[in-house]
């Protein structure tokens, strides 16, 4: 079988990530009340190892995937760009190549979306998107176990997106023109998404709407999503924060969206810049469900990297 790399939700594609979920659904249901780091009962990855590559920090990634890979009997190491050869000038592909033949696959958190497709061109294991900053679908693959958790339905659903055009957003968009669902994006001008991933979400049957107007795209949602509006790295944030402060999720903005509508936030939040005290805390909002999901999603990943699903 070739090689399984996970660095977009494309590579992948419906029936696969339809089956990640449902996975995903019947291994949490069946670990209720268990330890944390019990096996499942299948335990179906003993005896393999996940090398987890850190360019960026990580706390629901990083231990997510580490939790992931002991409930399924497995086990995993960590690298950073401090304590390995890639911060004195190791190349990607020889990084890459070494650690195929010391672990069973590799999970990169990363800046740049070229190096976790160098790593996947020069493995000989699985590779796993952890984060670049094009896009991040271990997340959206929580996101939608935490919709259909809260009996939203993947297609038809109106969800709608605030802020930032960013990496989470992209790996949204993906999901949408997969599982056809429609996508409103609230963003200040200047910060729309990659083009690249609403033309592609329309051309799958989404429907992407663009607007400046937080309020018009709130209307009648079913979802609310947000993200962090300065990410890691990035300059001008005082720039940045004045043009998105209209559009926070506060509670105007969600009482616009269906009575039954969730928050999504895939965290870290600054509560009081891109979402307020009173929905972030409020009954909404759904997002430490969504941080759980985290294992369960990288659980189900995992074992499709491995040809498992």
């Given amino acids: 079988m070739a090689v399984r790399h996970f660095l977009d939700l494309s590579d992948a594609g419906t029936d696969a990530l339809a089956a990640m979920i449902d996975d995903a659904q019947q291994r949490k ?33 990083r231990v997510s995937f580490d939790i992931a890979m002991r409930q399924l009997g497995g086990s995993t190491l960590v690298l950073d760009s401090v304590s390995s050869q890639l911060g004195r000038g190791e190349s990607i592909a020889d990084t890459a190549r070494v650690l195929s033949r010391m672990a069973d696959a590799i999970m990169l958190r990363t800046d740049d979306h070229a190096k976790a497709e160098e790593m996947a061109r020069h493995a000989s294991v699985p590779v796993i998107n952890g984060l670049t900053d094009r896009s991040h679908p271990c997340q959206i693959v929580a996101d939608l176990l935490t919709v259909i958790e809260h009996g939203k339905p993947l297609p038809g659903l109106e969800l709608a997106w605030f802020g930032d055009g960013n990496n989470v957003l992209h790996s949204i968009l993906e999901a949408a023109g997969l599982f056809k669902f429609n996508v409103r994006v609230a963003t200040p001008p200047g910060y729309e998404p990659d083009g690249k991933f609403v033309e592609a979400a329309r051309a799958n049957g989404a429907q992407i709407r663009l607007t400046n107007d937080a309020a018009e795209a709130a209307e009648g949602a079913d979802i ?40 999504l936030h895939c965290l870290p939040a600054h509560v009081g810049e891109e979402v307020s005290e009173g929905v972030f805390e409020g009954p909404q909002a759904v997002v430490f469900d969504e941080a759980e999901n985290r294992i369960h999603a990288q659980k189900s990943v995992l074992l499709w990297c491995f040809g498992k699903l």
């Fill in 29 to 61: 249901a069946a670990r209720c009340e268990w330890p944390r780091g019990k096996a499942d009962a299948d335990a179906p990855l003993a005896g393999h190892v996940l090398a987890m590559v850190f360019e960026k920090n990580s706390t629901r990634t």
């Fill in 224 to 263: 609310l999503v947000t993200d962090t509006w300065v990410s890691m790295g990035q300059e001008h944030a005082e720039a940045k924060l004045a043009a998105m402060a209209p559009f926070q999720v506060d509670e105007a903005l969600m009482a616009r969206a269906k009575p039954e509508a969730r928050f």
